[in-house]
């Protein structure tokens, strides 16, 4: 491998000489020559480290020969865990990629690459649909769930987050994981997140709505994998449901039976070393997920049918809870359920129900919940309002929202801001606070504590023996639809045998009724002019329509008759026109995207992405706008001052406005009353009719019909006029303006010889003067220290000069004087133009 000599490559090259490990060009070209075996290897040499304070480098390269690791005793004193793969680069490698597909060497070793996926022991597969998916068909992201069969499980466990097969997160500890406990230990999820959106170092992800709603999914299932595990009686285990081994030849993945013992397994192994037959040989394709999972497979099925039977029984309990509520269902009508969330691994103290409302998209959402009780621990109510949490997102914040049933907390009496009222009953306890904590979080408000009832109408628990009675189960409501809740009152004296009384509360919404304004799209009329097929139809259909009309002995009736043959006429064969746009700067293309718009308002995503393609697109088309009427401002400068004038009018928006549109009295007062405007009216009209005629012009006293006939003559007659003016008239035509000598002298393309050679005297003694810079050089230039005499000053010899020389700038024009050359240059140059 040689360079090419040239002075660029050299000088690259001693740069890299003398920045890099490598002394000299013969290393280098060793380095280069030994990757020409192979087109796809990627050699990395780390150099130039850093020593810490005890002299020791950043990395350490002496506690293992074949690894490259970070010091321990760094993570240590920074609280960072220690586990293998975060101070082993070996180790981590291994685990790099979701489906490894090439060889990593690290100093001449060979890392020993894994599917983590598949080294897991007691798996479950599991899907994810992300929110707002733009493809049409619904995309389920896998996910698999299991527990970590290594001896450092107690510090690698959480999920392992890829993007396009490259870990991005690992270990990332979610839902029971994140708890002072031992709840969650050991599980590892594997997920491929190719809709989650990594910041630009590949190291973590943006997180956005997208990433949250993910992130608290994955939370949710793998709390509800622990929970189904671990209520199964089931051991985790040391060894994995599955054992696979990487061809070293063809890279390809291989399962092994799931006795062979992984220690004995040989530094390189081969397709051919294969315990099954049926893959024994590099050509054969690698074994498909569903082969190699078939038993898996029928497990899941299992586990469906049994997660079927679960929700069943769940929507049995959810019913029963809500048994009072299915009157909103009517007979003989479509039942007002809509949907409801009674899963037995999520939901276990809560369940919400979806009622179906008017307008439809006004849905009532109602949750209906039992907390623990006094008996329970502090982490069972952590756990209840975790559930109650993850229930309340799932339902729509434009929705109103109910959750009702037994708290077991006492809010007590006394208001607390706009969550408690002033109605309770008793006094607040510990349950009570945390009750009133979570109202403030989610913006709700019990409502039982807003109206004022006797105290045999707020108590809703009544003790064994009746000798304590409290308030612990309440209505909370969202406090947007406050006003909504007329009444809520316990009515102790229900025959039902239970120790709660029943709440009861009067709810009703009623949403004001937009109503959207109907664009009406004119016909586009001009088509009748420009499209002569369109004028045939349009003529014909009238004729047709006409012809079927009867004869109305109505003035009335002949109109609408009439009027109904060529509207329907032009309904029919006439185009409507486009929508008119607000600015004028506006294009169609940005009209279309604006109707797009207007129809994704349901999908947020989408919505946000036409609007900032709808900014982007008016920024361009205004700075358009306006640079082409400068343009047309520059081109009608001289020639048409209106076009000028009229082109900066609709730049700055200039509008004017001659009177207000309000009456006075003669007094200067303003009239606002009807009848006192009338009054006023009449009054004017009156005198006017009272004028003696002496006292005005005659123009005064025309008639408004002789007005406008003087009017029409005036155009026959410039209209006459006008095909006779000969095409080099300038002044008192329409459209043209006087013209100064320099323009027509450009239009008739002629030099001012005497001008150009006074300029080019000029110009060569301006020259002689900047050279010498002496006191005739300040002199010209105008540069003398002093005040500068009142008024408008004179024009100098160097303003003069540039404009005819077209030099730009007085400081590029004394510039050039310096050289000789350069300076006649010039002048020849505006010698030859002319002026």
């Not at 010091?71 to 490698?93: F, I, N, P, Q, V």
């Not at 064994?464 to 009444?487: K, M, T, V, Y």
């Amino acid at each position: 491998m040689e360079h090419d000599g040239s002075r660029e490559s050299q000088y690259n090259l001693n740069a890299i000489l003398k920045h890099s490990v490598f002394n000299s060009e013969d290393e280098l070209k060793e380095q280069l020559n030994s990757l020409l075996k192979s087109r796809k290897t990627t050699k990395i040499i780390i150099s130039n480290l850093k020593k810490m304070d005890d002299g020791e480098l950043e990395l350490d390269f002496s506690s293992d020969e074949k690894d490259i690791r970070c010091r321990e005793a760094d993570l240590t004193s920074t609280g960072l865990a220690t586990s293998k793969y975060r101070t082993s680069l070996r180790a981590y490698c291994s685990i790099l990629f979701l489906k490894p597909r090439m060889k990593i060497i690290i100093r001449r070793e060979k890392v020993k690459t894994k599917i983590i996926s598949k080294s897991l022991g007691r798996t479950m597969k599991d899907s994810y649909q992300p929110y707002n998916s733009k493809s049409e068909e619904k995309k389920h992201v896998p996910i698999t769930f299991g527990f970590s069969c290594e001896k450092g499980r107690d510090e690698n466990y959480g999920m392992m987050l890829y993007y396009k097969n490259r870990l991005i997160k690992a270990f990332l500890h979610v839902g029971y994981q994140k708890h002072p406990d031992d709840r969650g230990i050991g599980v590892v999820g594997v997920v491929d997140v190719d809709f989650l959106q990594p910041i630009h170092n590949k190291q973590d992800f943006i997180e956005d709505n997208k990433y949250n709603l993910a992130m608290r999914a994955f939370a949710t299932k793998l709390n509800a994998y622990f929970d189904k595990v671990t209520n199964a009686g089931t051991s985790s285990g040391t060894q994995p449901d599955m054992q696979h081994v990487q061809c070293d030849k063809c890279l390809k993945w291989r399962r092994l039976p799931d006795t062979f013992d992984m220690d004995t397994l040989p530094k390189k192994w081969y397709c051919e070393n294969n315990f099954d037959a049926n893959y024994k040989s590099c050509s054969i394709p690698e074994q498909t997920d569903d082969e190699v999972a078939a038993q898996t497979k029928k497990d899941q099925r299992q586990g469906k049918r049994q997660s079927k039977s679960l929700e069943t029984e769940a929507e049995k309990k959810l019913l029963t809870k809500l048994f009072f509520i299915s009157v909103l269902a009517k007979e003989g009508k479509q039942s007002s359920l809509i949907s409801f969330l009674g899963q037995p691994d999520i939901n276990k103290q809560s369940s919400l129900i979806s009622f179906l409302g008017q307008p439809d998209i006004n849905n009532l959402n109602i949750i209906q919940v039992y907390a623990p009780t006094s008996a329970c621990s502090d982490d069972d109510i952590e756990k209840f309002y975790e559930e109650l949490e993850e229930a309340r997102t799932q339902c729509s914040q434009q929705n109103p929202l109910i959750i009702m049933g037994d708290f077991n907390a006492k809010v007590g009496e006394g208001r607390e801001e706009n969550i408690v009222g002033p109605h309770g009953l008793g006094t607040r306890n510990l349950r009570g606070e945390k009750l009133v904590e979570w109202c403030k979080m989610n913006n709700l408000i019990i409502g039982n504590t807003w109206f004022q009832q006797p105290p045999r109408r707020k108590w809703t628990w009544k003790s064994p023996g009746e000798e304590i009675r409290n308030q612990i189960d309440f209505i909370l409501l969202s406090h947007r639809f406050r006003n909504a809740l007329l009444s809520a009152k316990s009515y102790p004296g229900a025959d039902c045998y239970s120790d709660h009384a029943p709440v009861i509360a009067k709810y009703k919404v009623k949403l004001k009724k937009t109503h959207r304004k109907i664009i009406n799209i004119k016909l586009n009329l001009a088509t009748l002019k420009s499209n002569q097929a369109i004028r045939e139809k349009y003529c014909i259909a009238v004729q047709n329509n006409f012809e079927t009309l009867g004869e109305a002995e109505e003035v009335d009736q002949q109109w609408e008759d009439f009027k109904a043959a060529v509207t329907e006429a032009a309904e029919k064969e006439i185009p409507k026109g486009t929508r008119k746009a607000k600015q004028r700067w506006m294009t169609e293309d940005i009209l279309k995207i604006m109707d797009k718009r207007r129809l994704a308002k349901d999908n947020k995503e989408e919505y946000e992405t036409l609007q900032k393609v709808i900014r982007k697109k008016c920024d361009e088309a205004k700075e358009n706008w306006i640079n082409d009427k400068c343009n047309c401002i520059d081109l009608h400068c001289r020639s048409t001052p209106q076009v000028m004038y009229r082109n900066i009018d609709e730049i700055t928006g200039k509008k004017t406005c001659s009177s207000t549109g309000c009456l006075k009295s003669k007094n200067g007062d303003i009239i606002m009353e009807k009848e006192k405007i009338l009054e006023r009216w009449e009054e004017y009209i009156s005198e006017l009719g009272a004028t003696e005629c002496e006292l005005h012009r005659t123009i005064s006293l025309m008639s408004h019909v002789t007005k406008l006939l003087l009017r029409i003559i005036m155009m026959r007659v410039r209209n006459k006029i006008k095909p006779e003016i000969a095409e080099e008239q300038c002044g008192f035509v329409e459209g043209k303006a006087k013209k100064t000598n320099d323009t027509v002298l450009e239009e008739a393309h002629t030099r001012r010889l005497l001008i150009s050679k006074i300029r080019k005297r000029q110009a060569t003694f301006f020259g002689h003067v900047m050279r010498r810079e002496k006191l005739e050089n300040l002199v010209t230039t105008g540069m003398l220290e002093g005040k500068r005499s009142r008024g408008k000053q004179r024009e100098k010899l160097i303003e003069g000069l540039i404009d005819w020389l077209k030099a730009g700038k007085s400081l590029e024009a004394i510039e050039a004087t310096k050289d000789r050359k350069k300076w006649r240059t010039m002048i020849a140059n505006a010698v030859k133009q002319g002026t």
